[in-house]
């Protein structure tokens, strides 16, 4: 029953994705280019009880974070080490982080300026950083432009959210996943419609790309962590993946994006901020379901990363009193019929990294 169900999703996955390219696609260059990366089935948690006080974020215990977890990740003996086992000078990084959630439910500027310093230490540069999300008027609103110091650039594929989502400028041609899912009243003999072309900040511009994620629950998704930060974070006509309560394909749609060989071979390092998380009624922060989780979490495999993530949330559902996501039902908060946390599940099948359980290794540091 296993296998049958193994080969079904891998054959539902392979017959809704095309991946289409003009050029043959450059892995990144050293250690830790693409998924699931040089540590299979690794997550790194730390948590510090002095993180966040009253609502803000310390920078000596976010420091202490980042350090322990890079290292503990990586094996290295030190900062500068782990970071080098990873990047290195001529590197172009690409961060992409997550403002979905507004200024509340962010990343914040001190967990940047740990990366840009670690980038920084591996020979990576100002000028070959670029900070990037999807939507401009996101970034901007929480404040993402003001943390970065000067000569680090930033950009965004589109102005803002819109319900056609087709613009092309920001986007390249000659990459996409092509899905055969489109919405009600457009052109089904129109290939554009079927299509999600990928960034060309990530096709064009970067060789290698940290995802910068917040742990946090999402009504179609059940989860948007790592996978889901990229899926939805680098392509354009996204919403047609999840357009009603009942008209929900993010549990194939994610992976396929994921699977496509640019993203796929770029996506390095994941560090997912959990320093506040969200367990409920997202991708849009509500302050109600909120809470002071004080862990980062660190990893090159974003499946056993999200898969970590998951059981976080459940746990804290749990102790508030609530079902699991996966069996979740719609409420006033939360309105899809199913949450499809199940894209984990189908990523690991495509090789993006690791799901089983027994074969996930989190290594947790309690700093204090």
């Not at 920078?59 to 290292?71: S, V």
């Not at 970067?206 to 939805?232: E, Y």
Request: charged content about 20%.
């Amino acid at each position: 029953m296993a296998t049958d169900r193994r080969e079904f999703f891998e054959r539902m996955a392979a017959g809704l994705t095309l991946v289409a390219a003009a050029m043959p696609q450059a892995r990144a260059r050293v250690l830790g280019g693409g998924m699931p990366g040089p540590y299979p089935g690794r997550v790194a948690a730390v948590e510090h009880a002095g993180s966040i006080a009253g609502g803000v974020y310390q920078p000596e215990a976010i420091q202490a974070m980042m350090r322990r977890g890079m290292t503990e990740l990586t094996g290295a003996p030190g900062w500068v080490d782990a970071w080098r086992a990873l990047f290195e000078k001529g590197d172009v990084v690409g961060i992409k982080v997550s403002p979905v959630g507004g200024a509340k439910l962010c990343s914040d500027a001190s967990v940047m300026h740990n990366i840009l310093e670690g980038l920084a230490q591996a020979g990576v540069g100002p000028k070959d950083v670029i900070v990037f999300n999807r939507y401009r008027a996101e970034f901007l609103e929480a404040g993402i432009d003001k943390w970065l110091p000067p000569g680090i650039r930033w950009e965004a594929a589109s102005p803002a959210y819109s319900e056609v989502q087709l613009d092309m400028d920001g986007y390249d041609p000659d990459h996409y996943m092509e899905m055969a899912l489109i919405k009600p009243g457009e052109n089904d003999t129109d290939a554009h419609y079927r299509r999600s072309y990928v960034a060309k900040v990530v096709t064009q511009k970067v060789n290698k790309i940290i995802n910068l994620p917040v742990v946090k629950h999402h009504q179609s998704a059940g989860v948007t962590i790592a996978l889901k930060n990229m899926s939805h974070g680098m392509v354009n006509n996204v919403n047609r993946s999840h357009l009603t309560s009942t008209l929900n394909a993010c549990g194939v749609f994610i992976p396929s994006v994921v699977n496509l060989p640019v993203i796929r071979s770029k996506a390095t390092l994941h560090i997912a901020d959990g320093v506040k998380a969200q367990y409920h009624g997202g991708p849009s922060g509500r302050p109600k379901y909120q809470w002071e989780h004080k862990t980062m979490y660190f990893a090159t495999d974003p499946v056993a990363l999200d898969k970590t993530g998951l059981k976080v949330l459940d746990a804290k559902r749990k102790e508030v009193g609530m079902e699991s996501i996966a069996l979740s039902k719609p409420d006033k908060d939360s309105q899809f019929l199913n949450c499809q946390v199940e894209h984990i599940e189908i990523a690991g099948m495509l090789g993006l990294g690791v799901f089983d359980d027994a074969k996930i290794d989190v290594r947790r540091v309690k700093l204090a």
